[in-house]
């Protein structure tokens, strides 16, 4: 089953939508839903032009497609537990919120909180996301649990704040703080960053870039051969927080 | 002039002796009257359990702590969301929810009137003006003195007469209802880096201990004629061999009120621990609830803890701080100049974890034991045991022996050496459950007077209609619909209103703050004082006339005149 929704135009495209109902399982029992368009609940229909093709026995084979300016639709795929979204340009925040299952593919740009709280499945993002990508949220101790994040762009603050399972790589560089509080999972980072890991717990990241203001509470442990054949430092850490995990950094630079 | 006739109840009503009688009962302008006329609205409550609303005379739903505890905790704003509908909020929170969502939820377990457990006087505002957006219940706050310097300082120089003399104006000052003491003295000795073990211990810099405060209070309280008796939070609590220090307060209690208690000892669960660490701890509700048994001029309430996740705030500084280095979860500390301080941090009771089972089965134990339901009433210091959304099941905890097995079999495997709860039978029946969760907290309050916690003529209707038929349900066996009705009212009747149908809100009210105002008389004016007036304007950060709390802050009052006897 392939459910293609194409964005209608619109009046005033800075309004953000509201659309946790784009979800694999919800739209294969009819696509009749509402969502939220600023404060004005809208029928799915009202917004997208959609085309359903095929049918489905589950979520697992059902595709969704959405197309058009799509930058301000927000939570999609929150609690998808199965099947797979396509998103052909940006994707707004919080876009795959708590999935469990299946996949989501953003070919742009995705805004802040991708793929937060991400318990399983996969998430892809070929362009650049925004701050806190698969971090945690306000207060929780426990960020992204399960499942993999890969990020072929640049990344921005924060990213996989809180991290305590999974596995998120970012191809591009990181901005502050990535790896802040994180607790378990492996953090691959391609590109730079600068202050990462701190108060860390437990987990493994490692940076094939430079880090700036590296964190200083990391205690250097000795060298070690990274992925791609070319050595780089260990630190264990973070020891203001009695951490225990590891970080591996090709260049670093503390702050003068 | 409004009308309502409720057909059919099915009434218990232990203040006025009424133990299961089906009678109906007739409303006119928010008060109980004999009958009414035949145009009355009429809810049919088809012999359903009708009980008065229930009063909650310990909890904490606002304030600057309570408020601190919102912001500390953004993830417990996930939980318990609801949309806005019709005349109700949109809701948010689970342990500390926001005002209206506590409001909506006690109104729905069929409570119509909360006791703020504890309020620094120097930000009575904020708890006021959280009072006037809790629509659907009476409020009234217990004021903190634990470590008011100029009480302290009355007491370290033998003036009796001064204390009352501080307390009176700063109640109707700061339009609160009651003396509450949160570990007496230490949470000022905790601002000096020290903590206080028990109560024989010198304030540092006061020359006081804990029992002369807590005695002098209690005078104070008798002298100003308060409805309410003083509200002890004891000394060095939660921690193992602390019911020592628990008994030795309760031993020195003199008897000094006919009419009710002297002293209102809260949570005691948190103060009935025995050992000597962590690894000997175990349940000492035994000579606790002993000593109860021997004093009627002392009333507790259970401070039960269920297992879950809440957030506990108090007055109680140091405590905070200790139960912060064992868990290592985020932490707040607050310092009250001149007057107290307090402390928050989230928790989570685990039943796998033995020290948290053993508290769990302290406070049904207490409740057990303690013979006279008068004297033990069923909170859980919401949210500091458990939220108190988990009222309806420690009801059912309370009636059926059944459930307390079922769930003492979820629980850490040693807790049966360490506590006697599985020896206990007894089970509470309907009246006792009744005196625990309305009646005797509203006697205990000093507020049948003005109608509340009974269904008697003249008292104001307030309510609750649960759906179940007691003669149909023995509650020891089917625990569960116990649950069901007592989580969700039929009816829940404010001032002769219906404010809630099968878990419905149905309008928005406006509450009535209840505070007490002593008149001294001449001679006896502290606010003219001028030793009193120069520690004012020398260590407070505010003047003394922008400390009283103006009377806008209060929408709909209910001022209790009291006269002081010096």
């Known amino acids: ?256 | 002039m409004s009308e309502l006739l409720v057909k059919n109840a099915y009434v218990i009503d232990p203040i006025n002796r009424i133990d299961g009688e089906v009678m109906d009962i007739a409303v006119r302008d928010g008060r109980i009257v004999e009958d009414v006329g035949p145009k009355a609205t009429v809810i049919d409550a088809e012999g359903c359990l009708t009980l008065p609303g229930g009063v909650d005379s310990h909890t904490h739903v606002c304030g600057t702590k309570v408020n601190f505890g919102r912001y500390m905790s953004p993830e417990d704003m996930r939980a318990g969301r609801e949309a806005r509908r019709g005349v109700k909020h949109a809701t948010s929170g689970y342990s500390v929810p926001t005002t209206y969502a506590n409001s909506y939820r006690y109104a729905v377990m069929g409570y119509t009137t909360l006791l703020e457990g504890a309020m620094a006087p120097l930000e009575a505002r904020h708890t006021h003006e959280e009072f006037s957006a809790t629509p659907l219940q009476d409020m009234m706050a217990n004021t903190l003195f634990d470590g008011n310097w100029g009480v302290m300082n009355a007491i370290r120089d033998g003036d009796q007469d001064r204390v009352a003399e501080i307390v009176g104006w700063t109640l109707s000052a700061v339009k609160g209802f009651g003396i509450k003491l949160t570990n007496p003295g230490g949470t000022e000795a905790w601002g000096f880096g020290k903590n206080l073990t028990c109560i024989n211990d010198e304030v540092p810099n006061f020359g006081v201990t804990p029992i002369e405060i807590i005695q002098a209070m209690i005078r104070a309280c008798e002298t100003l004629r308060l409805p309410h008796s003083v509200h002890l939070h004891c000394n060095n609590l939660g921690n193992p061999g602390n019911y020592a220090c628990t008994l030795g307060t309760f031993n020195q209690i003199p008897d000094l009120n006919e009419k009710r208690q002297t002293l209102y000892a809260t949570h005691v669960q948190f103060h009935s621990y025995g050992g000597s660490d962590w690894k000997t701890f175990c349940s000492k509700a035994e000579p606790v609830a002993y000593t109860v048994n021997n004093r009627p001029q002392i009333v507790i309430d259970m401070g039960q803890v269920m297992f879950g996740k809440t957030t506990t705030m108090t007055a109680d500084g140091p405590m905070e701080f200790n139960l912060y280095r064992l868990h290592h979860d985020k932490w707040s500390n607050h310092d009250v100049e001149l007057e107290t301080g307090s402390g928050i941090i989230p928790v989570f009771y685990r039943r796998k974890n033995l020290v948290n089972s053993i508290m769990w089965a302290i406070g049904l134990e207490l409740a057990l034991l303690v013979k006279n339901p008068w004297q033990c009433m069923l909170t859980t210091d919401n949210p500091n045991g458990a939220p108190f959304v988990k009222y309806p099941e420690i009801i059912a905890l309370l009636m059926s022996k059944k459930y307390r097995d079922a769930e003492f079999a979820t629980v850490h495997p040693d807790t049966g050496s360490k506590v006697v709860l599985p020896a206990l039978d007894r089970e509470l029946d309907w009246n006792e459950i009744a005196v625990m969760t309305r009646a005797g907290q509203a006697k205990a309050l000093g507020i049948t007077g003005i109608g509340k916690g009974h269904l008697g003529l003249g008292a104001e209707a307030d309510i609750a209609i649960y759906p179940i038929r007691v003669g149909e349900v023995d509650p020891a066996q089917e625990y569960g619909k116990v649950i069901d009705a007592f989580s969700r009212t039929k009816y829940t009747i404010k001032r002769g209103r219906p404010v809630t149908r099968d878990g419905e809100i149905l309008v928005h009210g406006e509450n009535t703050t209840i505070w007490v105002d002593p008149k001294m008389g001449p001679g006896h004016d502290i606010g003219h004082d001028a030793e009193f007036v120069k520690m004012f304007d020398r260590y407070y950060s505010v003047r003394m006339s922008n400390y009283p709390v103006q009377d806008e802050y209060l929408k709909r009052s209910l001022r209790m005149e009291t006269e002081a006897v010096f």
């Open chain 1, 1 to 256: 089953m392939r459910i293609t929704l194409s964005m209608r135009e619109r009046k005033n495209p800075y309004i953000p939508i509201e659309a946790e109902k784009i979800v694999p399982s919800i739209l294969m029992k009819g696509t009749d839903v509402t969502v939220y368009e600023g404060n004005k609940v809208r029928r799915l229909a009202d917004l997208f032009e959609i085309v359903v093709e095929g049918e489905a026995a589950s979520a697992d084979e059902v595709e969704v497609v959405l197309r058009g300016d799509t930058s301000r639709v927000k939570r999609v795929g929150e609690y998808m537990d199965g099947g797979r979204i396509t998103i052909e340009g940006d994707i707004g925040m919080h876009c795959g919120n708590f999935m469990s299952a299946g996949t989501i593919e953003v070919r742009g740009n995705a805004a802040g909180w991708f793929a937060r709280e991400l318990r399983g499945g996969t998430v892809i993002c070929r362009g650049n996301t925004g701050h806190y990508c698969a971090a945690g949220y306000r207060g929780e101790k426990k960020g992204m649990a399960g499942g993999k994040v890969e990020v072929f762009g640049d990344a921005g603050d924060f990213a996989a704040e809180h991290l305590s399972g999974g596995e998120v790589i970012i191809h591009g560089n990181c901005g502050d703080m990535p790896g802040a509080e994180m607790r378990g999972g492996t953090l691959t980072i391609g590109g730079d960053c600068a202050r990462p890991c701190g108060n860390m717990k437990a987990g493994t990241c490692t940076v094939l870039g430079t880090v700036t203001g590296m964190v200083p509470t990391f205690e250097r442990t000795g060298e070690t051969v990274g992925p791609d054949g070319r050595t780089f430092t260990a630190f264990v850490g973070d020891i203001a927080n009695r951490g225990k995990g590891r970080l591996f950094i090709r260049d670093f630079q503390y702050l003068e």
